[in-house]
């Protein structure tokens, strides 16, 4: 099955939520796609300095204002969506992202490795990595940003069927967009970061973020990579299927090769 995914990469304005979805949704006119997803906190910005901030700018995952417009756009479009938003769930506050589908089902991953100042602001997500089907059934593993760097957050999505990493970013670091490339290599699995650009600044403080988001096949080619500013929607074609071919050669398989016996977990 072929299959047209996107990756957006754009600059939010902090915490200007009502714009940013402006903007995504104008970003969005005239793409054609079946998934496309969109940065870590996209709804919101990034460069938190109080929780009065954070509290400002949450919202619950299946009635908050992203899940209200993209639910439409996404039923509109007939395309999945993956967008990065503040979630407030029972009084707590998570770095999440949501997968929208046009049957109006809604998924939630909630950031597991919080990066840097992020620790202040939110909870450690706890809700897994899971795999969730997005439109045509396709086999959708969330990440957020910094959980790249751990490379059992890509591992354990694709030990449990993930086609497709949705990465969500706004990757500060310079070593991301090459690390994924051995993240979807190592896991024989497509991978899309879609990171913001960008400088943010909020009082003493100030980041700037790398974009150069980017689509990989399961052999770590890049199918597009954007520069470091440029704030656009691109689409490809992939075979989500091709994922599942484990083989590296004719006698190694990426999973069954593991020999799990001489691992060191902690
Ligand atoms: C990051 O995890 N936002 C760097």
Redesign the pocket.
Known sequence: MKYRVGVCQFKPIFLKVNENLQKMASLLQGIEADLVVFP?LATSG?LFNSIDEVKAVAEDAQTGVTATLFGKLSKQNNCSYVVGFVEKKANKYYNSSMLINPDGNIFVYR?I????E?KFFFQPGNSGFNVFKAKGGVEVGLM????WIFPEAARTLALNGAKIIAHS?????PWCQQAMITRSLENRIFSITSNRTGLEKNGKKELFFTGQSQILTTKGEIVKRLNEAEETIFVVEIEPDLAADKMITEHNHAFDDRRSGFYKIR
């Open positions: 870590e990034y950031k490795h919080l990066f840097f992020e957020i940003c910094f959980d970013a706004n990757l500060v670091l």
